[in-house]
DNA sequence: TTTAGCACTTGGCGTGCTTGAGTGCTAACA
DNA sequence: TGTTAGCACTCAAGCACGCCAAGTGCTAAA
């Protein structure tokens, strides 16, 4: 386990078998890896250390005649000291900030947008993951008196963010009555969490409203479906198609088993909740069975956390353990920066030179 | 192809047999047929009776010793003339509604949610299209001054919704100038399409803003940005996995191409605006090479338009040829029926424990 | 016109054989 | 002592073959 135990040698034996296996997607042998990658001992050679690699648990074999195959403990090895050099290249870079330029301006759209480009950047299922804060109180009201029986209710939340709902009343309104009410509110609902607003606090701002108070129970419940929109935890998930590509899933069961947990968002988020393992470059690695979940016994999840407005925002993807690691952990890792910078330094509009 | 060439007791066969392997996936047979399905004739009797419809186009063979199979013009008559019978249980009623209510507060939400509402009544993939209607104008604008960096632009448009974009500025503002600002925009920049934001348009009210002119460029950026997504067509899809469930979708290539089709949102647009065939009662039934996508050959896509503000919304399932036709037909109306009223009729909130 | 009976077709499945990739082991070699 | 060549061994994959069961079409009788 430890890299003591390795020689060079096996390390970079090992190292090539578990590039050529992402790669290929097959068993390697040794006469492979004497001729094409040119490892300069014999096949007999390299059989030996293979043997070695086995018993030490790095390596499998799916049975007697074929080559190797990475273990877990192999992809983990890998993981963890033989890549993370990978460069994107120029214009990855570049596309991933101008997409990312173009669609995060309003924070909403993060989750979707966000896994979209996880999933596209990297050829596997793109996933991300706002937790529950909880806790989410509104600092301000404000309103927007749109129509006799509409208005447009302003909240701007703990988190600095700011969430509008449209209302419509089944009885008219007028001006002062809905600047009245934004007072009241001001006043009476903030700093409270969802559970502030209980019955004793909506019957004093009916009673307040006086002939109005029809008023404080519609926006009473927009209120509360806002703060439990952003409380509440969420997941996105795209590109599942991706996976297709990989022969590891072409066996339909299988497929189901995992798509099964994609769709389901509670049990997605306790796979990923559960996971707290920190790595030391921020990145989570699980490999297999690593994962809490075992529909996902044969993929890997790898994501990264990164915080906007003190609520955390988890993204990654999914994919089969012979998953390209270094380039995928690259993408994250700079996604992840990109994010990070666009929400949490200067005030900063995006940039120049953008036309719209 | 007409009804009247098909004797009832061959019409009854091939429902029989349309039915069967709905149900089953798998050929049915005449022996089946004669004792499980109860039609009053014998196993000979029904062969010759199902040669003569295979001899007519409405049964295929996948080989000799196999039962029969509907063929596309199978599926087409019994769609046409036989269904259409189903009644949803008291419950999938209520559901129905009560999911409607709960979730389609805001507008913005309809696509996803009725893509999820689709498939998870149906147990098939469900779509919701929203076509470009093109041509959306701002009536009027609003704005609320967040703090000196940040303000709220409020717009309400044409299709009788009313839309928010937060804007952060590189500088400090004071609410005089944002005042101002919206002042003018109710001016200038009120009834105009997003083609109608043009530079003479900016650069004036750049000018009449003097020192704050530097607002202009973020808030028109912000309402070009609007006025597109409302006017762009767009497209969801839900429960993909579903289809996983179904033997004809076992073989990934398939199931690949498919899911291409379903991924890229132009192309699947594509599909669902070619096909302009109205059937008498608003459903597009389209079965297999019906369908303008190659990839859907051995697809069924079902859906029906429904118009909210003046802007059409077609809700739908896709799902294997051998789909529960009438199950899923009446589920669309109902769907359909349901969204329809809660938008287009009277102001009200929808009403309590309505069973409509 | 319907039905019983029968010969016929054919995909699916299990068995056995062959093949080739890849191994482990032994013995020779540097 | 570590490396290499050679060889026997193992085993999945592919193929041929035969059997079986399902389901048919056809013929002849009711």
Do not use: C, W
């Not at 806002?226 to 935890?233: I, L, Y």
């Amino acid at each position: 386990m430890e890299d003591k135990r390795l020689t060079p040698r096996k390390q970079q034996i090992l190292k090539a078998i578990v590039d050529a296996h992402i790669h290929h997607g097959e068993p390697v042998g040794s006469k492979y890896l004497a001729t094409d990658v040119q490892i300069s001992a014999s096949p007999a050679t390299i059989r030996n250390e293979m043997a070695d690699l086995e018993a030490m648990g790095y390596l499998v074999q799916p049975h007697t005649s074929a080559g190797r195959v990475p273990s877990e403990l192999g992809y983990r090895f890998y993981v963890d000291s033989l890549v993370r050099q990978y460069t994107a290249t120029r214009s990855e870079i570049d596309e991933i900030n101008e997409r990312l330029r173009y669609k995060l301006s309003e924070m909403d759209e993060i989750l979707s947008e966000v896994s979209r480009l996880a999933a596209s950047f990297t050829d596997y299922t793109g996933i991300a993951f706002k937790s529950g804060a909880g806790q989410v109180r509104v600092n301000k009201y404000d309103s927007v008196y749109l129509s006799a029986k509409e208005f447009l209710l302003v909240m701007m939340l703990s988190t600095g963010t700011v969430k509008t709902k449209t209302i419509r009343l089944p009885f008219p309104l007028v001006p002062e009555d809905l600047r009245r009410f934004t007072e009241a509110a001001n006043i009476y609902l903030t700093n409270l969490t969802s559970d502030g607003l209980s019955m004793p606090v909506i019957t004093k701002l009916e009673a307040l409203m006086g002939a109005a108070g029809a008023l404080v129970h519609p926006a009473i419940k927009a209120i509360y479906e806002t703060m439990s929109e952003v409380d509440t935890a969420d997941i996105k998930v795209d590109g599942v198609n991706k996976l297709l590509n990989y022969p590891e899933y072409s066996d339909v069961s299988e497929l189901r088993e995992l798509l099964g947990v994609l769709e389901e968002k509670d049990r997605l988020m306790d796979v990923i909740s559960t996971q707290a393992t920190e790595e030391s470059d921020g990145i989570h690695v699980y490999i297999g069975t690593e994962n809490s979940s075992d529909a996902m016994k044969n993929t890997t999840l790898i994501f990264k956390d990164v915080y906007i407005g003190g609520k955390k925002l988890s993204v990654g993807v999914i994919g089969p353990k012979r998953m390209n690691y270094s380039k995928v952990i690259d993408m994250i890792n700079r996604l992840t920066f990109g994010i990070d910078r666009m929400f949490n330094e200067g005030p900063g509009l995006p940039d120049p030179k953008d036309k719209y």
